[in-house]
């Protein structure tokens, strides 16, 4: 076994690639669309050394364009689950005796495979998977997956570090972190390629097993998270990769005496389930859970009287209609003052007017469809009332269609009351509705904007007086994990803005950071004593003389 204290390579953002005409990535991108859609792949479960194929196959078709037969994979059942969980404990042994720079190794150099030979290729199955175009796919897929392994790997060098700053004379402390006692379930959702990656990795990287339970509309790009993990070494059970539904899976899974944590990202109502299933069968595990999850956001956009029109409506059409605001953190609510509303009204409809909606593979669409037909229903509900609402304002948009995909125009409406169905409840998708204030009211707001949603995941405040930015900053202090001066409440960066909230959107554990690792080993404190006394008695024992 190697000796030494390893320093691992100092993690860098991986550079984000344009994509512009006649670019070489554009060129290798558009190659690896034309080479997914000539093709119907099937798609096995990953479980110990085995490529599972059930025989009942589900279909796999982009969002954008339901008529082509993308893929198929295979669902299992609830003997699926315990195979998976089988094969991670017959596992466990050996990947938590590997000595942690070969577990950095591995994780290392998949990020080098996700930024060389892997790039177009996963970011492709993403699009075509997804329904997102080549930049959100750049900057989830590639980049931000990149990062998570790479900036992981420093974290985890990190924690093993720290140690007890003190051992007095005769003494030595120390401390070691050991992985939890059983198996770790990361459940992940479908719209981000690098959290479904980083969820498995960031507790296999701090030396757990896992079983990976992806989303079903994120199954094609998870087939190539886990060619990359091959790839890079990562041994057979260590991450197991399984096609279960929800309740399946967790029958078995919250029943097993070894489960040890969950890593979660998905709605409030399941991972609010979760938890009550957990503490209802609390007596039957081994240890207590650890339960991590980032759930919903009904994210804000608070905008001052001060603040610059262009500044806000870039803001509002960035945060709220990038990747069809199906990201957790969109922008789905907006509270713009009376005097800066006629030129931010005349920006947003220009803007929307604008954008072009459509397939992936056309670069020139900037909003690509929604991911399911449930969702598409649900936000054409949504729009359909509003637009029959008297006190309600189409703004632009409004349209939806899907004939050939599911493609909801980007839409704005207004609205007269702040605590409007839209204004509270999580949509997810490419639906804003803003509350019109008077400009006298701003510190009322503020009150308004903390109490209208369950959720505390981002917000912003866009202004141009730092009185009223340290106002907001204080006031909204829990109303928003990830908060934001002067820009969208999008966009969080490994390394930059550690990423989670609280209140119901989740336990802000803080995905990329040391304060997500750490959730996933146990510390042991190691007391060794040179010179042990031999005699019970303490000085104070003996009489004076």
């Given amino acids: ?47 110990g050394d085995k490529l599972v194929h059930t025989g009942k196959k589900l279909e796999i078709r982009p969002p954008h364009d339901h008529k082509h037969l993308l893929a198929t994979f295979h669902e299992g059942d609830a003997a699926t689950v315990n195979a998976a969980i089988d094969a991670a404990l017959a596992a466990k042994a050996a990947w938590e005796e590997m000595p942690w720079e070969q577990r950095a190794s ?26 997102k175009n080549a930049y959100q796919a750049e900057i989830d897929a590639a980049c931000e997956f990149i990062d998570f392994l790479r900036f992981n790997v420093h974290y985890m060098a990190e924690i093993y570090a720290q140690q007890p700053p ?26 981000f390629t690098a959290i479904a990656g980083n969820l498995p990795a960031s507790a296999a990287m701090m030396g757990n097993v896992v079983v990976w339970k992806p989303a079903y509309p994120q199954i094609y790009a998870a087939n190539v998270i886990m060619q990359v993990f091959k790839e890079a070494g990562l041994p057979d ?39 009550q299933t957990i503490g209802n069968n609390i007596h039957k595990y081994r240890t207590y859970p650890r339960i991590v999850g980032e759930t919903g956001g009904k994210d804000f956009v608070l905008a001052h009287p001060s603040a610059d029109a262009d500044v806000v409506s870039t803001a509002l059409i960035r945060g709220a209609f990038e990747y069809q605001g199906q990201k957790c953190s969109a922008a789905s609510r907006a509270y713009i003052p009376a005097s800066l509303w006629p030129a931010v009204k005349a920006n947003v409809q220009r803007d929307v007017a ?86 006298d009211k701003f510190d009322e707001l503020l009150d308004i904007v903390d109490k209208t949603s369950i959720y505390a995941l981002t917000g912003s405040i866009i ?13 909204l202090r829990n109303s928003a994990g990830n908060f934001y001066i002067n820009d969208k409440p ?9 990423f989670g909230g609280a209140r119901g959107s989740g336990t802000n554990d803080k995905a990329g950071s ?28 003996n009489k004076e003389v």
């Avoid at 994780?107 to 177009?120: C, D, M, Q, T, V």
């Avoid at 202004?463 to 006031?475: C, F, G, L, N, V």
């Avoid at 999008?490 to 550690?498: E, L, W």
């Fill in 354 to 439: 604008s954008i072009k909606v459509g397939p992936v593979e056309d670069f020139g669409n900037f909003v690509n469809a929604v991911i399911t037909e449930a969702s598409f229903d649900k936000l054409a509900k949504y729009i359909d009332a509003a637009k029959a609402d008297k006190s309600v304002e189409l703004v632009a948009g409004g349209s939806y269609d899907k004939s050939q995909g599911w493609f909801v125009d980007p839409t704005i409406i207004k609205v007269d009351d702040p605590y409007y169905v839209t204004m509270c409840e999580e949509l997810f998708g490419p639906v804003l509705t803003i509350y019109v204030y008077e400009d």
């Fill in 1 to 47: 076994m190697l000796k030494g204290f390893f320093s691992v390579p100092q993690p860098q953002n991986e550079p984000v690639l344009n994509y512009g005409p006649r670019s070489v990535e554009r060129g290798a991108l558009k190659a690896a669309l034309d080479e997914a859609r000539s093709k119907v792949i099937d798609i096995p479960m990953y479980i």
């Fill in 514 to 541: 040391a304060l997500n690792l750490q959730r996933w080993v146990s510390p042991r404190t190691i007391k060794e004593t040179f010179d042990p006394p031999k005699d019970y008695r303490y000085p104070f024992l």
């Fill in 463 to 475: 202004s141009q007086d730092r009185y009223a930015i340290a106002k907001a900053t204080y006031a």
């Fill in 237 to 275: 059970g260590v991450i197991n990769l399984i096609y279960v539904d929800g309740p399946v899976a967790g029958e078995v899974i919250f029943n097993h005496h070894d489960f040890a944590g969950i890593h979660f990202t998905g709605s409030t109502k399941v991972f609010q389930n979760i938890w």
């Fill in 106 to 131: 591995i994780f290392l150099k998949a990020a080098e495979l996700l930024s060389g030979p892997y790039r177009a290729k996963i970011n492709a199955a993403t699009m075509l998977g997804q329904s």
């Fill in 490 to 498: 999008t966009g969080a960066v490994v390394g930059q803005q550690p």
């Fill in 166 to 191: 003190i051992s007095p004379k005769g003494v030595w402390n120390r401390v070691e972190q050991r992985p939890l006692e059983g198996f770790v379930f990361a459940l992940t959702p479908f719209n």
